[in-house]
């Protein structure tokens, strides 16, 4: 039996064909959301290879081709731009912008189209350690109080829409970088590990279900590229 005889010239298109399957571009799909589940409507997805520039559609839903170990780049008007590494394994991008402090933002988050109910913003707090430095509070609790209208904390609950009921809990939602957590976990959270705190009153926070009830309280803490 004959023997082939693989010639260096043979294997270099092996491998350059090999290579070249690897290198194929794959499609992302996603969705842009802001204080965890309401979608951005018209928010750009930028991706860094190819410069293709599409926005969500009104679900905040977005499609997009990339190449592997590709970045996005998202952006809507009144948010905080985000940049976000697609991993290799990646097949849907959940990211969720931040509203900028101050109403003026929450106009252009409106009047752009982003979020089309204005009820949806209009019971929303946020502060965020960009804009002041959390470590002049001792703890969490503190800081809370301090810079958040109206928010009460009794006997180591949140209290966001005050006592409404004898007989049953008052205490608002927390949630801890996307995970419902007991308002007892405050206290193991250092004021400066803080990224950002949002407060959601009144209709808006209907969409954590019945345990929005009383207002939900979202904190974001610091990650290694914060």
Do not use: C, W
């Not at 690897?22 to 842009?32: L, P, T």
């Not at 204005?118 to 969490?140: E, G, V």
């Amino acid at each position: 039996m004959t023997k082939k005889i693989l010639t260096p010239l043979f294997l270099l298109a092996a491998v350059y064909f090999a290579l070249s399957a690897g290198a194929q571009d794959k499609i992302i799909h996603g969705m842009v959301t802001t204080f965890d589940s309401i979608p951005l409507s018209g928010a750009e997805v930028r991706v860094k290879s190819t410069k293709q520039t599409i926005l969500t559609d009104s679900l905040g839903r977005f499609s997009v081709t990339v190449n592997p170990g590709d970045k996005l780049k998202v952006s809507a008007y009144g948010f905080y731009n985000q940049k976000v590494k697609l991993e290799e394994k990646i097949k849907f991008a959940a990211i969720n912008l931040k509203l900028k402090p101050g109403e003026k933002n929450r106009e252009y988050a409106i009047g752009y189209g982003h979020v089309t109910d204005r009820d949806k913003l209009s019971a929303l707090a946020n502060l965020n350690s960009n804009d002041m430095d959390f470590s002049q509070y001792s703890t969490i609790q503190e800081l809370i109080q301090g810079r958040f209208a109206g928010v009460q904390i009794v006997n180591g609950e949140v209290i966001i829409r005050g006592i409404n009921s004898i007989n049953s809990s008052n205490a608002a939602l927390v949630v801890v970088d996307g995970v419902q957590v007991d308002g007892s976990v405050l206290n193991s959270i250092p004021p400066t590990q803080v990224s950002s705190i949002n407060v959601i009153k009144d209709g808006s926070a209907a969409i954590y279900g019945s345990r929005g009830a009383n207002g939900v309280l979202i904190i974001e803490t610091k990650r290694g590229d914060n």
